[in-house]
């Protein structure tokens, strides 16, 4: 099996991404699968196309992208993405859509295929924070997600796709408002490797409560 | 014009829901629209059956569900609901639905036509913590909600309708844990007041960022 | 019996500041007891200054400080004030003490002579959201509860004394990060008048635990 | 020089306590100072007396106490510690203690003599959250580092000592409240001992703004 886990570039005034930073740390290996790493930039029209480029290269069995989501306390996997752009602050291009459609073809929202209830369960079994998410923003992971999802409803229906939102790494909590909480970057790491482990082990998701 | 705002019943171990008391401190008039109120029960199938049945007797210009979402620390009108039911407790009937769609052949989910941005907007110049909120969960307030929009784009196009989750009443908070965040319920009712002028004088939503 | 409340003026960039603005509403008398208001400068020197002159000339029965504590969700009467002056923003006299005692001759710390358990098992019965707190924190406050309780404990041994910390008001948390927990100012205010009841109807604190 | 380094067991219906298990990965020597590890039981009475035998058993130069404060996301060295035992919960022993002094004859209250801002600082340098506080609560944490202080007041005024509180491990965190902040078992070993090293360096405190 060949699993393409992405992560983005810092943004937002932050120097790192505990995103990124986490994917870097993943083995090349994991339950047997492949990993290819890949680091996507913070934009909205380009984080797509880079992915959308790795994606026909590598022809991964899943796609799982990685973000960060600044305040939570635990790893999220994304249950869905919508087809909505609206941006608080730019992006790294200084882009910034106001409620935008992200494809005008597209469905209004896609569920991710991944077994997002299997990855929480095996996190919190290790002793990781880890809860089911219901939205992943109108940002640009909303957005890479969605891409993500629209690109395999209309090419890639044997793939399977999905978002996990990480916390902050703690050095970046270090000059937060006290009270934020954070998660040390090999334990986010940690976590996600767990996730990759559960989409190797389950075709399907779990059929249980959170 | 003609709006109808629906409250839940108590649910969850709680003795009152602030939705619906909110609800009925509302006049019976609003910026010259008639507010017709409804308490609507937290139950998965009735709760839409209930709702419809009041859509088809009074024809209103606009729906706005209201529910808690216990934690909230502001008035968050919701913008998306999905087509989604996974219920981490039983509903006030026992039921307690698991991944299932909540209209198989509706869409994955359906965005708003309430101008929230302008609602939003309205409650803060007034000093009222509000904020757009990107999901309704997955329990019995994203089902009425997405039930809701479902007959709007079936039956009633020209209808607008929405989701608003309040935080807490304080009478509630005081038996939470410390830190719990709490809104007085006339404030909720004011906020409510607020956002239901926001429908009568826009018929569009702001094109604004948040 | 006679009591003195006070709240200060508005700092570190705030228009309003909650305690006054509660103050102000409370009435002439609760409870059978004259109530004597007072604005007090956030001054670490001159806020004790205005203090113990009204405090000479009305010789109160009991004197209730109230501050700001923006990021508490609920009315928290302190138990205690420490000699220590550490500012990490200077005062609105451009002051920032660094690991200063506040009275060079004082005791390490005062313990309040209010019954804050009563008050807080008042406020509670009431709906209002409210918790005894160990700490005032090191800046003007605190400064203010302790000259306070130096002053009662030098001058004035029957005099009864103390400090209430308030939420931001509902108007404050609009421009502040979504999440932060406020309070509509009349609730304070009925908050601050229960506590006021409280003092008159309890010679001495109830023996509960929280 | 020696440094006496305490951790409680677990309390309150936990499994483990991240303040004795942080405590039991120092290493043996941090900066040149020889680390004696000691477990305390979180108990009102005993915890005093097992910490004053080790006391007088091993005369370190340094003590520090660590105890666990659910719900913090940093580590936060205590400034202060008040006369005053006021429990919510039984202790281990099943004691109760209401508003109680700790010692008839102590102070109102000790200030800790670690350099408490130079350990913050080191610790935010290193990347872990960290953080003043001027709370111990009215339980056994307090209680111990009131003992502590009592004890070097009265026998050992040449000795350094103090407590530092520590985050909810990440283990804990996974059956709390989604939102509830951890840190990871060796992070909060690594604070721990580059406070041992804030110890070792600072004979005084810094002059410094938090």
């Known amino acids: 099996m060949k699993i393409l886990v992405t992560g983005f570039d810092p943004f937002g005034g932050e120097t790192v991404n505990p995103a990124y930073e986490a994917v870097k740390l993943l083995p090349d290996t994991i339950a047997g699968a492949q990993i290819i790493k890949l680091q996507v930039p913070t934009r909205f029209a380009l984080s797509g196309t880079v992915l959308e480029a790795a994606v026909n290269e590598h ?14 306390s635990a790893i999220t996997p994304e249950r869905v993405a919508i087809n909505l752009a609206d941006a608080n602050i730019p992006d ?9 459609p992200i494809r005008k073809d597209g469905a209004p929202a896609y569920f991710t295929s991944l077994p997002v209830k299997a990855m ?5 079994a290790a002793g990781i924070p880890a809860a089911l998410s219901y939205t992943a923003g109108s940002f640009v992971c909303n957005s890479l997600m969605y891409t993500l999802l629209y ?14 939102h990480v916390p902050y790494a703690m050095e970046q909590a270090v000059s937060k408002p006290l009270g934020t909480p954070s998660m040390e970057l090999h334990q986010i790491a940690r976590g996600l490797a767990l996730a990759v482990e559960a989409v190797v082990e389950n075709e399907r998701d ?5």
Chains 1, 2, 3, 4 share one sequence.
């Open 59 to 72: 022809r991964p069995d899943a796609i799982i992208c990685v973000g960060q989501a600044g305040g939570r």
């Open 92 to 100: 790294n291009a200084g882009d910034q859509p106001m409620d935008e």
């Open 120 to 124: 929480v369960q095996k996190m919190r």
């Open 151 to 164: 690109l395999i409803d209309r090419q890639y229906p044997a793939m399977r796709g999905g978002f996990i």
């Open 206 to 210: 779990l059929t249980v409560n959170r």
